[in-house]
């Protein structure tokens, strides 16, 4: 087998392996409050046929629209019937099309270069951990990609097809997540860089033949065609064009007043480099920072290296360190932004293990580094098994961020008993309270039912449900609405409906009540169907 | 590629991650758990608005009933009487009830009537007595067929539950239960059917939906919906195994009337 086959062959492995890690029991790890709430809004679209770009909340369309292909493959159309795996794939899937994207740069990063970066991708735990994930992110840096492979390969063939695929993906990129502008941004400066650092002649005559103007008109109509469909929920709602540029103010905003998630500066390298919470184990994707740094370090020492391209590889280069350092100096921070340049790392790490190798030429040394690479990659794999299939929702596990516990499965199935034994199922009244909206994921995995009260706060106008779910903190007001308000002889006796304290996340407890009436009659059920 | 070079990119490699590791020197201790009061990692997420954090400790609670139980005299299920509509064994126990605080046993110590004065074992005071066991000494036993017995607390209370043991040395079952609350000791003034399981209106009473039970150690505990009585009277039409009623401990749960 030829060597260019072989790299196909690997890729595709990689990619099957990166598959292998991403796909089994997408139904494990509870529903994140966001992977909820971006859910439900694809339930909206689902079942009205109708989206309506929001431009204070949730992010762009594209997340929802591509939902929608799964949930139609899957016969679905109503949201009460959506699975974790409906909507979970579709990350997934721009996952592994991520990964084997690798090899539009076959002949700029080269071949070993782009096995490596596509392994990397395959197994970093952080990229499999937020593949699993319904949020926005693994599209954006998958189509990220796009701009820059489909742009290479442009600048190689100045065919128009290529500057119009780049254009669709920058347009792809903008429907997904407002913080596209930051990609944006260090693409265009980190192409300006790389074109300044040319000597003079050749910084001129590549000036003029970097793009073509038709071309370029192509890309940005293409790009802002795109855009404009997933905005306009296809011409359905033109406004939501101009909310795309309006929701900055908004996110602008919100970006120095949200303090849950202020982090210091080095908060996503920290993350990347060494962690360690509790007990749990040590966390580290040093290995990927240690060689994206050999591999920027390459790209700026010198002009050439075999088989790769250089203005590439600098253009790698000064994108990830501009999008490392915007992101570190953004105090809002959440560990998923962090894909963004971990990509740009890898993509140089594969450069520079691809340096390291051919820099050896002592057989037993280079033996060595393999070694040392292959037991890095290994390790990587091992915590990217841990981080997805045994601390999946262990605050041990730096990338659970303000993650569900796993008692919202054990909630979800007592309510489940209780209703089996109410007369009317899943129509069974349930209220859930919790101050300032903080339920989710509930409403995820109460979807089936009809019934239910999402409540800020105790409603003394209404009668008390049957089943009641709440913030530890209401629990006066609930009080007051049980054993106060109703006259006497109506004040319904209430039993704990968990039988141990029960947690939405650590920190934020949930009191679960139920009618003794109901409990009784449930218990009875429970009962006969054990005696059978 | 040539030597010079390849030491120059070792240079810059090394020299890159030594900076990095001077900067995280600080950062690399142990981290503290994100889940902390004090950290920020577990409040929310990046869609959910104002999604919450520590929760102070509530002002005034629900609190669970204050129920001390007598010991158990048989292990394990009961065996199943032959006796309709019968409530299946929990399989384990039962779940403590929800009231508000102020609620207290306000039976303890409070005048019993029977209709069977005479009582054939035990003395009818030993009802509110505050002795659960189901040992020699600890019950009383009534005539047979329909007997009653109507606790005076004395003054109008809020009631919130009523537990009562009639017999737990045994599975037994007994029939046309039931439990009333009214505000006068003849039964006729706001009058209140809070448990009924005669299931042929053989007592009187009204025919009641409520299912029989088996004896057991835990009692039966009766939801009395925060109602306002000042008496509280207990049916019975003896047992699966004799036409005897029997009482260990009657305890009313309630609190003063505001």
């Known amino acids: 087998m030829k060597w260019a086959q072989k790299c196909y062959v690997l890729v595709l492995v990689v990619t099957i392996a990166g598959i292998a890690f991403r796909l089994p029991g997408l139904a494990k790890r509870p529903m994140h409050g966001d992977e909820a709430v971006h859910a439900y809004k694809f339930g909206e679209l689902l079942e009205g046929n109708t989206y309506r770009y929001d431009p204070d909340e949730y992010h762009g369309p594209s997340l929802a629209y591509f939902t929608l292909i799964p949930a139609r493959l899957s016969g679905i159309d109503k949201y009460k019937d959506l699975t974790e795996f409906t909507v979970r794939i579709v990350p997934v899937f721009f996952a592994v099309l991520l990964v084997l994207m690798s090899l539009l740069l076959v002949d700029g990063l080269g071949r070993f270069a782009v096995i490596i970066a596509a392994l990397l991708t395959a197994i970093s735990p952080a990229f499999v951990f937020y593949s699993r994930y319904y949020i926005q992110e693994m599209l954006l840096v998958c189509f990220t990609f796009g701009v820059i492979g489909c742009g290479y390969r442009y600048f190689r063939s100045r065919k128009i097809l290529w500057a119009i695929s780049s254009g669709i993906f920058l347009g792809l990129m903008h429907a997904t997540k407002e913080t596209c502008i930051i990609a944006y941004g260090s693409m265009l400066s980190a192409l300006i860089l790389v074109l300044i650092l040319q000597p003079k002649q050749e910084f001129i005559s590549n000036i003029k033949k970097t793009m073509k103007t038709r071309h370029l008109i192509a890309a940005m109509v293409s790009a802002i065609i795109v855009s404009a469909m997933f905005y306009s929920s296809f011409f359905t709602n033109p406004g939501g064009v101009w909310d795309s540029i309006r929701t900055y103010l908004v996110y602008f905003h919100r970006a120095g007043q949200n303090q849950l998630h202020i982090h210091r500066w080095y908060y996503y390298l920290k993350m990347l480099i060494y962690s360690q919470y509790y007990d749990g184990p040590i966390w580290s994707e040093a290995i990927i920072v240690v060689l994206a740094v050999f591999g920027f370090a390459a790209a700026m020492t010198r002009k050439s290296i075999a088989d790769v391209n250089s203005g590439l590889l600098r253009f790698i280069a000064f994108y990830t360190v501009i999008m490392t350092v915007v992101y570190s100096v953004i105090p809002y921070k959440t560990p998923w932004c962090m894909l963004g340049f971990l990509h740009g790392m890898i993509l140089l790490g594969g450069a520079g293990v691809w340096v390291i190798i051919k820099s050896v030429s002592n057989v037993w040394v280079r033996g060595l580094i393999q070694l040392v690479l292959a037991a890095g990659a290994v390790h990587l794999g091992w915590q990217a098994y841990l981080a997805n299939y045994i601390y999946y929702a262990d605050s041990r596990n730096p990338y659970v961020y303000a993650h569900p516990t796993n008692d919202v499965f054990t909630m979800v199935q007592r309510v489940d008993e209780i209703s089996a034994a109410h007369r009317e199922g899943h129509n069974m009244h349930i209220e859930v309270i919790c101050p300032g909206g903080d339920y989710w994921p509930l409403p995820w995995y109460l979807r089936r039912y009809d019934s239910v009260g999402w409540l800020n706060e105790v409603d003394e106008n209404t009668p008390a449900a049957p089943v009641i779910i709440a913030s530890a903190s209401v629990e006066p007001a609930l009080l007051r609405k049980l054993y106060q308000l109703p006259p006497p002889g109506e004040r319904n006796l209430y039993v704990p409906l968990f039988d141990t304290k029960s947690w939405l996340r650590p920190d934020v407890e949930l009191r679960g009540y139920i009618t003794k009436e109901l409990w009784d009659s449930c218990q009875q059920q429970i009962s006969t169907r054990n005696e059978k | ?258």
């Open chain 2, 1 to 258: 590629m040539m030597k010079k070079e390849f030491v120059s990119v070792v240079k810059v490699g090394v020299l890159a991650v030594l900076v990095m590791c001077l900067l995280f020197v600080q950062s690399c201790k142990k981290s503290e758990p994100k889940d902390s009061t004090e950290g920020t990692g577990q409040q929310g997420g990046e869609v959910t608005k104002n999604s919450g954090g520590t929760i102070a400790p509530p002002a005034e609670k629900l609190v669970p009933l204050d129920i001390k139980l007598p010991r158990a005299m048989f292990v394990g299920t009961p065996k199943p009487a032959r006796v309709p509509n019968l409530e299946k064994p929990l399989g384990k126990d039962r779940p403590p009830f929800l009231v508000p605080p102020g609620v207290t046993n306000i039976s303890f110590g409070k005048p019993v009537t029977s209709t069977d004065p005479e009582p054939i074992i035990g003395d009818i005071e030993m009802i509110t007595d505050g002795d659960k066991e189901a040992a020699d000494g600890s019950y009383v036993e009534f005539g047979p067929m329909k007997q009653s017995v109507t606790l005076d607390l004395g003054a109008e209370y809020e009631i919130y539950a009523i537990l009562f043991w009639h017999y737990h040395k045994e599975g037994l079952v007994y029939f046309d239960v039931v439990v009333q609350v009214a505000d006068d000791p003849d039964f006729i003034t706001n009058v209140n059917t809070l448990f009924n399981n005669d299931d042929d209106n053989s007592s009187g009473l009204g025919k009641g939906d409520d299912m029989h039970y088996v004896e057991t150690n835990e009692g039966k505990l009766v939801d009395a919906k925060g109602v306002k009585g000042r008496y509280v009277r207990l049916h019975s039409n003896g047992n699966n195994a004799n036409e005897y009623n029997h009482y260990i401990e009657v305890e009313v749960f309630g609190r003063a009337v505001k």
